[in-house]
């Protein structure tokens, strides 16, 4: 129909109504949809009952639209079936580009139909019926598309729910066998057990930038590598600040998880710190307790960041456990109560792995500065930093005394 409400003149190709090519639907989406299976690969491997039943209908759907708007009626507003496929298709896990592939490659088709026979004297005819099929085109598509991202997002939305739920009745010890079938997720044998610790982005301090939005970005781009690395099988919670994820044993070994942290590093764009304890599914709280108190410990040694197992800092771990060897250990570093600049050097040095011009860098101070300091630490405690022995001892007595300050700190709150 036009603006005044009249039927539009329909187009013809060489005296004969355009859409004369496609008036025969039924054939001619049969013909299609057999193209589809035949030369859109990703099709071939689609269930026989959506190609039958979805694909066949949209298609016949279309080629209706097509004929309408070829014989002077508008592009249709009613497109709910289509709409409704193309949900059906997001909840099957088609993929969008077969879906849109597809569309495209019907629509080409169509055109080759309908214009095979033109010859110059059609050419104003043509061009309008190009228009038409393009106008017709871009409604299909971005129906499609807002009908199938609607429903990915509440699919994604489901399995979210689905695996924080899960997740969840792992960390807390709760049965989860009928969840997990209710879930649609595996319970594996083994997890490794992280323990995350996610620094803020430079730019969540940024005066122009809402750091919020910076921070849950970051998280998404973490989120997106976890799930792109593990393959889909990594139970999450986390925050913007960490949280705790759990990795199958069988989808990561434990040779391939430093690199996982630095590759979510890398993701997040800040240094992600993570500690790891291994354990059967029901094990996994209290080895998610165990990694929280690793990593922890960790941040409170200033470490640099990167992936601590607790096989590799067990004998620090015990360190911390209150008692009097810890307070006795924390005791060897009270001469140096009165030099705060030299527990500041040796806790930077000793997380530094005792790299001297790292330890000055961090510090803004020359690295002969850090060679008189640690000799002045040396002096003053009997221990001699430089020296092997003593430099465990020294480590000893900051781990232990670090968590004294802290355990007496919480006292006094």
Same mark, same amino acid.
């Given at each position: 129909?036009?603006?005044?409400?009249?039927?539009?003149?329909?187009?013809?190709?060489?005296?004969?109504?355009?859409?004369?090519?496609?008036?025969?639907?039924?054939?001619?989406?049969?013909?299609?949809?057999?193209?589809?299976?035949?030369?859109?690969?990703?099709?071939?491997?689609?269930?026989?009952?959506?190609?039958?039943?979805?694909?066949?209908?949209?298609?016949?759907?279309?080629?209706?639209?097509?004929?309408?708007?070829?014989?002077?009626?508008?592009?249709?507003?009613?497109?709910?079936?289509?709409?409704?496929?193309?949900?059906?298709?997001?909840?099957?896990?088609?993929?969008?580009?077969?879906?849109?592939?597809?569309?495209?490659?019907?629509?080409?088709?169509?055109?080759?139909?309908?214009?095979?026979?033109?010859?110059?004297?059609?050419?104003?005819? !043509?061009?309008?019926? /190009?228009? *038409? +099929? =393009?106008?017709?085109?871009?409604? $299909?598509? %971005?129906?499609?598309? #807002? @009908?199938?991202?609607?429903?990915?997002?509440?699919?994604?939305?489901?399995?979210?729910?689905?695996?924080?739920?899960?997740?969840?009745?792992?960390?807390?010890?709760?049965?989860?066998?009928?969840?997990?079938?209710?879930?649609?997720?595996?319970?594996?044998?083994?997890?490794?057990?992280?323990?995350?610790?996610?620094?803020?982005?430079?730019?969540?301090?940024?005066?122009?930038?809402?750091?919020?939005?910076?921070?849950?970005?970051?998280?998404?781009?973490?989120?997106?590598?976890?799930?792109?690395?593990?393959?889909?099988?990594?139970?999450?919670?986390?925050?913007?600040?960490?949280?705790?994820?759990?990795?199958?044993?069988?989808?990561?070994?434990?040779?391939?998880?430093?690199?996982?942290?630095?590759?979510?590093?890398?993701?997040?764009? !800040?240094?992600?710190? /993570?500690? *790891? +304890? =291994?354990?059967?599914?029901?094990? $996994?709280? %209290?080895?998610?307790? #165990? @990694?929280?108190?690793?990593?922890?410990?960790?941040?409170?040694?200033?470490?640099?960041?990167?992936?601590?197992?607790?096989?590799?800092?067990?004998?620090?771990?015990?360190?911390?456990?209150?008692?009097?060897?810890?307070?006795?250990?924390?005791?060897?570093?009270?001469?140096?109560?009165?030099?705060?600049?030299?527990?500041?050097?040796?806790?930077?040095?000793?997380?530094?792995?005792?790299?001297?011009?790292?330890?000055?860098?961090?510090?803004?101070?020359?690295?002969?500065?850090?060679?008189?300091?640690?000799?002045?630490?040396?002096?003053?405690?009997?221990?001699?930093?430089?020296?092997?022995?003593?430099?465990?001892?020294?480590?000893?007595?900051?781990?232990?005394?670090?968590?004294?300050?802290?355990?007496?700190?919480?006292?006094?709150?």
């Amino acid at each position: 129909m036009t603006t005044d409400g009249t039927l539009r003149e329909g187009l013809t190709v060489s005296g004969q109504p355009m859409s004369a090519p496609l008036q025969d639907v039924r054939t001619v989406s049969r013909q299609l949809v057999g193209h589809f299976v035949d030369h859109v690969i990703p099709c071939a491997t689609l269930p026989g009952d959506i190609i039958s039943g979805d694909v066949t209908a949209v298609t016949r759907v279309c080629l209706e639209f097509a004929v309408g708007m070829l014989d002077g009626r508008d592009i249709p507003a009613k497109t709910g079936r289509v709409a409704e496929a193309a949900a059906g298709w997001a909840r099957e896990g088609v993929p969008i580009d077969t879906v849109l592939h597809s569309i495209h490659e019907g629509f080409r088709l169509g055109m080759d139909r309908v214009f095979s026979g033109a010859t110059a004297r059609d050419y104003d005819h !043509v061009v309008d019926g /190009a228009k *038409l +099929v =393009v106008s017709l085109l871009d409604t $299909i598509s %971005a129906t499609v598309a #807002r @009908a199938y991202v609607r429903e990915y997002r509440s699919v994604v939305g489901e399995h979210h729910t689905a695996v924080h739920t899960l997740t969840s009745a792992l960390l807390g010890g709760h049965p989860t066998s009928t969840m997990a079938r209710e879930c649609g997720i595996e319970i594996a044998d083994s997890y490794h057990v992280l323990a995350l610790a996610i620094p803020r982005h430079r730019d969540e301090g940024h005066p122009m930038l809402d750091g919020k939005v910076v921070a849950r970005r970051k998280l998404r781009r973490l989120q997106a590598e976890l799930a792109n690395r593990c393959g889909g099988t990594a139970l999450a919670l986390l925050s913007v600040d960490g949280g705790t994820v759990l990795v199958p044993a069988a989808a990561l070994d434990d040779a391939t998880l430093d690199e996982l942290v630095t590759r979510l590093s890398a993701a997040a764009r !800040v240094a992600v710190t /993570a500690a *790891l +304890v =291994v354990a059967a599914p029901p094990e $996994i709280p %209290a080895a998610a307790d #165990r @990694a929280h108190e690793l990593l922890d410990m960790v941040q409170r040694l200033n470490c640099v960041a990167g992936l601590y197992r607790f096989t590799d800092m067990a004998l620090e771990y015990q360190l911390t456990r209150p008692g009097p060897g810890r307070e006795t250990l924390g005791a060897l570093l009270d001469p140096l109560d009165a030099h705060p600049e030299l527990l500041r050097t040796l806790q930077c040095h000793i997380g530094n792995n005792l790299h001297r011009r790292q330890t000055a860098r961090v510090l803004h101070i020359h690295t002969n500065t850090v060679d008189y300091r640690l000799k002045r630490i040396g002096q003053l405690t009997g221990l001699d930093p430089t020296v092997t022995a003593d430099l465990w001892q020294l480590r000893s007595a900051l781990i232990a005394r670090t968590f004294a300050d802290h355990s007496q700190t919480e006292r006094n709150m």
